[in-house]
């Protein structure tokens, strides 16, 4: 069988998933952010595959997002960890359940 | 695009990122997601967009990686682990795959096979960049500056 | 033999090789191949390695005056084979806390990466073991996985002495790749291509009657980047004047302390095989890759230019380590942040100037910019410190 669009997709799909599990069910700040960055390549893993997959020759409107999306998920895991660093600085974990000084 | 390829690549790839979202030491689960990276890599290899493959690797491989890596050993708790898991968070993922599951084998024109392209090249990717892409790349430069700027100062110690 | 044919001597060798597996099914064909180019590289690299290591010993002696080895063979040629017994029958210990799986990863995840970098640089007419489009960015890609590596050693080694070496060996690293990349820059904007084959494609060719070659080196903004782009490769090599991530005096050996036997020595060929793709971006980039330096001398075969600009600026790695001290390591930061960077900066605005104002004027502006610059610079981070006239006593 060769490799089709739907098999590229259940692919990215999967490790999006994988990467919601991984941000919903740990405790810890750094395992979030490992599972949002995990769920931006998903994405752009996506984006890609649907400007391989479709009708050719296109613009390579898919290849120059996933680029961007690249860029940004940096800007923003450094911006994140610079987070978590500021707040163990603060309150000496990185627990989020902790974290709950604004509750009620 | 041969099948073998694709399959050896995409279980490297989940394995990777499911050892990363559910070992218990924080380190190893870093160095997982590297290795989900690199599978994730050499999947755009396989779909012909080597650019943006290489930007996956040196951005993600080399920086956020070792960003993820540092902040855990400047956050060294005092346990190691990055604690237990959350059985709401297991079922909300299984239903969001399930859904994403029907949906995608429930569409039959996405059962399609790859056409042949041309190979896409880094002067394509480059005009491109330059000309309909030319404002987006300013404002992906003025994002990352504002993050670099804003990281330093997060992270910068309180003068006393 | 004509030099057509001493030339590609090598390309022959493969070709009448993959001949012997014709009517085999296509992919068999790409894996044979593939595996001749790699086998082809290691065997090379390896040899050179040895031959290097001993070498270096022998140079940083007669630098110290003294000989280096000689015992071993003639002219303590055979050193690297006793070398090699003496790291494969020591015993192999690992501490009892520490992260096994880590520990036994992180050097082969080091020599594993030099290797991947060696395969994009052209060693001849036709002989690029892989050419890909972004033949450059796969160099620096694989490059910064590096220091993937060193953290590796360093944490899986459970010391703290490691994990120092480990962090202060990353800093130095990420520092300093950025003066590494922007410093190539210029050159891709010229050539106008990432692929390391269109890179030496353009320095073809010779002015001035056949005397001057077409190199980079000798623009005015290549010179300069040339210069940048070896402090930066002796930096990300961590060797001397920037080894302080493995300087016995300062931190035993860094994120190596925990190390030994062959573990150690994969450690070792790992910085030599990243220098070694240091230079040989450096040749390919800068020195016109495996282009003879004047017209007439063309007949000799391509890869013996390549591997004789390779030597040359190996000596030069090995001449800096025996004549410059160590730095300190905030003096090493502050190097790459306040003067290194800017002057990159620097030289893909000369590279500019020199691009589109063409003939004498252009290389006149571009010399001037970068001039400009360089003394402004300077002037700017002298700390103005007065020291003592220097005293000398000599043995009477």
């Known amino acids: 069988m060769t490799p089709t669009l739907q098999f590229c997709l259940i692919i990215s799909a999967a490790l999006f998933s994988i990467g919601l599990l991984a941000a919903l ?9 490992i599972g949002i960055e995990m769920m931006l390549a998903a994405a752009n893993l996506n984006f890609v595959a649907f400007w391989r997959f479709g009708p050719q020759p296109q613009p390579p409107t898919g290849v120059m997002v996933a680029i961007f ?36 | 695009m041969s099948t073998a390829a694709f399959i050896v690549i995409a279980v490297l790839t989940l394995a990777g990122a499911l050892a990363a979202a559910s070992l218990l030491k924080l380190i190893h689960a870093a160095l997982c997601l590297v290795l989900a990276f690199l599978g994730v890599a050499a999947f755009y290899f396989l779909l012909g967009a080597e650019f943006v493959g290489l930007v996956q690797v040196f951005v993600y491989v080399g920086a956020v990686a070792v960003l993820i890596v540092f902040t855990i050993l400047l956050t060294r708790p005092a346990e190691e682990t990055g604690g237990g898991f959350n059985w709401a968070g297991i079922m909300t993922a299984i239903a969001v795959f399930a859904g994403l599951m029907w949906a995608i084998l429930g569409t039959p024109t996405l059962a399609v096979v790859a056409p042949q392209i041309e190979a896409l090249t880094v002067k394509r990717i480059g005009e491109a960049l330059m000309t309909d892409y030319v404002w987006p790349l300013q404002c992906v430069g003025l994002l990352l500056t504002a993050a670099l700027i804003g990281g330093l100062i997060l992270v910068m110690e309180e003068k006393r | ?138 160099f620096f890609a694989v490059g910064s996985t590096t220091e993937l590596g060193v953290f590796m050693a360093g944490w899986g080694s459970n010391n703290k002495f490691s994990m120092l070496g480990a962090m202060r060996a990353i800093a130095q690293m990420v520092s300093y790749e950025l003066p590494l990349l922007i410093t190539v820059l210029p050159v891709i904007m010229i050539v106008g291509s990432l692929s390391a084959d269109a890179i030496v494609a353009a320095q073809d060719g010779y002015a001035l ?107 030069v790695f090995i001449w800096i380590r025996g004549t410059l ?16 960077l800017p002057m990159a900066f620097t030289c893909i605005l000369a590279a ?15 010399f001037g910019v970068v001039g400009i610059v360089y003394l402004g610079l300077s002037r700017l981070l002298d700390t103005k410190k007065k020291f003592a006239p220097r005293t000398y006593r000599f043995a009477e």
């Not at chain 3, 100037?353 to 571009?366: I, L």
């Open chain 1, 25 to 33: 069910s740990r405790r810890h700040a750094i395992f979030i952010l």
């Open chain 3, 209 to 315: 009657a056949g005397i001057v070659p077409r190199w980079f080196v000798f623009k005015p903004w290549g010179a300069a980047a040339f210069i940048l782009f070896f402090v930066s490769g002796l930096v990300e090599s961590n060797r001397t004047p920037f080894d302080v991530p493995e300087g016995e005096s300062e931190i035993v050996a860094g994120h190596m302390t925990e190390y030994s036997g062959f573990k150690y020595a994969t450690f070792f060929l790992a910085e030599y095989f990243g220098m070694f793709a240091i230079s040989g971006l450096a040749v390919t980039l800068f020195l016109g890759g495996w282009h003879a330096p004047i017209q007439a001398l063309e007949f000799i075969p391509s890869y013996l230019w390549f591997f004789a600009k390779l030597a040359l600026l190996l000596f």
């Open chain 3, 1 to 138: 033999m004509t030099g057509e044919r001493v030339d590609q001597i090598f390309v022959v060798a493969k070709h009448w090789l993959l001949s012997l597996l014709a009517g085999s099914p296509d992919w068999v064909l790409q894996i044979a191949s593939s595996l001749l180019n790699i086998a082809a590289v290691l065997g090379a690299f390896m040899m050179l390695f040895a031959l290097i290591s001993v070498l270096e010993r022998k140079i940083l002696g007669r630098i110290q005056n003294r000989y280096g080895p000689n015992r071993v063979g003639p002219f303590g040629l055979l050193q690297p084979l006793a070398d090699g017994i003496k790291l494969l029958i020591k015993e192999d210990i690992v501490p009892a806390r520490a992260d096994k799986i880590l520990h036994f990863l992180a050097p082969i995840l080091m020599a594993a990466t030099a290797i991947l970098a060696l395969g994009v640089i052209p060693y001849g007419r036709n002989m690029t073991p892989f050419s890909i489009d972004g033949g450059i960015l796969f």
């Open chain 3, 325 to 340: 001290p160590r730095m300190r390591v905030d003096h090493v930061m502050r190097f790459a942040w306040t003067f290194m």
């Open chain 1, 69 to 104: 999306s690249i860029a940004i998920a940096a800007a923003e895991a450094a911006v994140g960890l610079a987070l978590v660093i500021a707040v163990y600085r603060h309150y000496r974990t990185t627990n989020v359940t902790k974290l709950d000084q604004l509750k009620g």
């Open chain 3, 352 to 366: 500019a100037v020199w691009h589109y104002q063409r003939g004498v004027a252009g290389w006149f502006y571009s």
